[in-house]
């Protein structure tokens, strides 16, 4: 149990780290689930505290602890008031519904960890690059069209490539 503790904290820290690319589920492709939403949808942890477990019951193990609000998750199943959720590097576990939000946020996604993502004024690459962002920032999805997502944070606002998210869908629309 010790080493799968271990495991877990570091896929943990990798995932706050950076993440890869949509897994290439299309939102218009969902099929509804028990709670009458489409599955997969992506949302984002409630709390700081976000027990993992390895099945949908109380009575199953914690795998691991989300420890980062905000966080985006992908819910890739539902069973009664539990989500099986995946994250930004692909670990799997169920979570009660409760410690999840519907509020849209997303991790910044680079090929290296030591790349910097352009946040631009405008939807345009010829726009002023009002910040440069590293992978695995935690931003807020405040809407996206066009292959472009505007998000913001702590200390940013501004328009970045869809491509360079995880937790939004490759072309998804987001109002």
């Not at 799968?4 to 570091?10: D, L, Q, T």
């Not at 969902?30 to 390895?54: E, I, Q, W, Y």
């Not at 009575?59 to 995946?86: C, H, K, M, Q």
Request: some cysteine; proline content about 3%.
């Amino acid at each position: 149990m010790a080493s799968r503790r271990f495991c877990s904290v570091a896929v943990l820290a990798a995932s706050m780290l950076g993440g890869s690319l949509s897994t290439g589920f299309a939102a218009k492709d969902a099929t509804n689930a028990a709670s009458g939403l489409p599955v997969p949808r992506f949302v984002s942890l409630k709390s700081d505290h976000v027990n993992v477990r390895a099945g949908p019951t109380k009575d199953n193990d914690v795998a691991w602890v989300y420890t980062r609000s905000g966080l985006p998750v992908e819910i890739t199943a539902e069973f009664e008031n539990w989500r099986r959720v995946r994250d930004s590097e692909g670990a799997e576990g169920w979570v009660y519904h409760s410690l999840l939000s519907g509020r849209r946020t997303a991790v910044i996604t680079m090929k290296t960890k030591d790349d910097l993502a352009p946040l631009y004024d405008r939807a345009d690459p010829a726009g002023a690059v009002a910040a440069r962002l590293q992978a695995g920032v935690v931003a807020n999805v405040k809407r996206c069209a066009a292959g472009w997502c505007h998000v913001s944070g702590a200390g940013f606002d501004g328009w970045i490539e869809q491509q360079r998210l995880w937790g939004v869908y490759a072309d998804e629309k987001v109002e």
